[in-house]
């Protein structure tokens, strides 16, 4: 494998495409059609470079090359069909997903993994529009993708060994490490633990039994978390909790949001990216 596209130019997208180009072993076409977003993408990953750099974790010479493996692109069709390896991470749509797959099935080259980097939609649900579900499966990275080491692979009911294989052994290439599920479970392993964390300590928080900053104390003294949950649930963005949760809830693997989080997505209060969340930032 040489070449690899990932789709979506969003935080997830450009950290992976950065991973995968900073150890010079692949070719890495980033692909978005928002205008803008590429471009915003290519200053971001300057940004994280220049932080490694000078930080003495990276040579100017080692994050300079790995800048220079990464290509832009706003034409999807045309970026895959040469593609080794295509990673979709656009938005946590169903809709805008299952579009990036159909197109996957008409224009990529006929050998090439399709993963997606859904942390909540199981490729079953995306892989029939590419036509080839045995070359699908998801590939769960985690943010930042730069500093979290984990990526979750999750074989889908028609997923080949040898695409497995491929993805377990892509995301060792590109120094991150990878768990495998042998099958499909809404929310794979990390996102269900932290789902029902989470859950358990907004119940708390919302029957008055203790405080969000005492709640997030507890985690972090008694389990040794290095951010307890109102913490961390700011950190990734209320409104992307609300609708995993929102959607698992459809897939009927669980209840519907708790009402204070419903609220303080109603308020804009979405976490530390709009400075008010369960914190004030």
Sequence with gaps: MKKVVVVGAGTMGSQ???????????????VDSVPGQLERARAQNHKLVDRSVEKGRLTQEAAGAALAHIADSPD???AVKDADFVI?????????????????????????ILASNS???????????????????NMHFFHPVTVMQLCEVVRGPKTSDA?????????RSISRTPVLLNKEIWGFIVNRILFAASEEAMHLLEGGYASAEDIDIAVQKGLNW???????????????????MND?????EGADAPELLKKLVEEGRLGKKTGRGFFDY
């Design 119 to 137: 942390s909540t939609i199981a490729i079953s649900r995306l892989a029939e529009f590419s036509g080839r579900p045995e070359q699908c499966c």
């Design 163 to 171: 695409t497995v294989d491929k993805a377990m052994e892509f995301v």
């Design 16 to 30: 992976i495409a950065l991973q995968a180009a900073l150890g010079g072993r692949y070719d890495v076409t980033l």
């Design 226 to 244: 290095p951010m307890g949950p109102f913490h961390l649930l700011d950190f990734s963005g209320l409104d992307i909790f609300y609708g995993a």
């Design 248 to 252: 698992r809830h459809r897939q009927g």
């Design 76 to 78: 999807l069709a045309a």
């Design 88 to 112: 979709e991470a656009v938005i946590e749509d169903f809709d805008a997903k299952k579009g990036v797959f159909t197109t996957l099935g008409q224009h990529a080259s006929k050998d090439a």
